[in-house]
């Protein structure tokens, strides 16, 4: 069955960095889109990046656009998401989505979430 | 670009139905075909049960139906049942590899 178990998120001081890992089984992950959507305490869903299933392509939120990088290791069947410049703002929960077979906005499985707190 | 609008709350006994209203423009919800609905209970993570529009991914109970008129989506969950108490969010490609969620509501089985 598709899995996608997330790993990296906690605690980091404002302006510090931190790697969020989204680690895929159960499918041949290097066939499809994958994204991060993040969910801040109390609040909705908000679409952060998506990479091609080649990783030939990433496409970024503007909130998010300068700072945050979506990668991807397909020989390790894991996705990435390389936070830098972090601000209180950023606290949330991280979902990794695998983009559907159908289109890649069609965001049919997700990871459990990590959660990221900014603060000092 | 803008989340897509949605009512905050939405309730109904057992047995009826309730319907989410999903508004955004028509460079997105109305430009295109890929909207979808994501099932959220407190704590967990998004579940897809509508994409494309109006197509249910395996799994989903037919309760749960979705349709689009211009630049609005609709979803409907008949035959409510307590299981059914969540956050649903909709969400639409927005063109330019843009994509945008849409705020949330707040089902409630009374």
């Known amino acids: 069955q598709v899995q996608l178990v997330q790993s990296g998120g906690g605690v980091v001081q404002p302006g510090r960095s931190l790697r969020l890992s989204c680690a895929a089984s159960?499918?041949?992950?290097?066939?499809?889109?994958m994204h991060w959507v993040r969910q801040a305490p109390g609040k909705g869903l908000e679409w952060v990046a998506v990479?091609?299933?080649?990783?030939?392509?990433?496409y970024y939120a503007d909130s998010v656009k300068g700072r945050f990088t979506i990668s991807r290791d397909n020989s390790k069947n894991t996705l990435f998401l390389q936070v830098n410049s972090l601000r209180a703002e950023d606290t949330a929960v991280f979902y990794c989505a695998r983009g559907g077979s159908g289109s890649v906005w069609n965001l049919d499985y997700w990871g459990q979430g990590t959660l990221v707190t900014v603060s000092s | 670009q803008s989340a897509l609008t949605q009512p905050p709350s939405a309730s109904g006994s057992p047995g009826q139905s309730v319907a989410i209203s999903c508004t955004g423009t028509?460079?997105?919800?109305?430009?295109?075909?890929?909207v979808s609905w994501y099932q959220q209970h407190p704590g967990k993570a998004p579940k897809l049960i509508i994409y494309?529009?109006?197509k249910r991914p395996s799994g989903v109970p037919d309760r749960f139906s979705g349709s689009k008129s211009g630049n609005t989506a609709s979803l409907t969950v008949s035959g409510l049942q307590a299981e059914d108490e969540a956050d649903y969010y909709c969400s639409s490609y927005a063109g330019s590899n843009n994509f945008v969620f849409g705020a949330g509501t707040k089902v409630t089985v009374l």
């Open positions: 990479i091609w299933y080649d990783g030939s392509n990433k």
């Open positions: 028509s460079s997105d919800v109305g430009g295109y075909n890929y």
């Open positions: 494309e529009v109006s």
């Open positions: 159960g499918f041949t992950f290097s066939h499809y889109g």
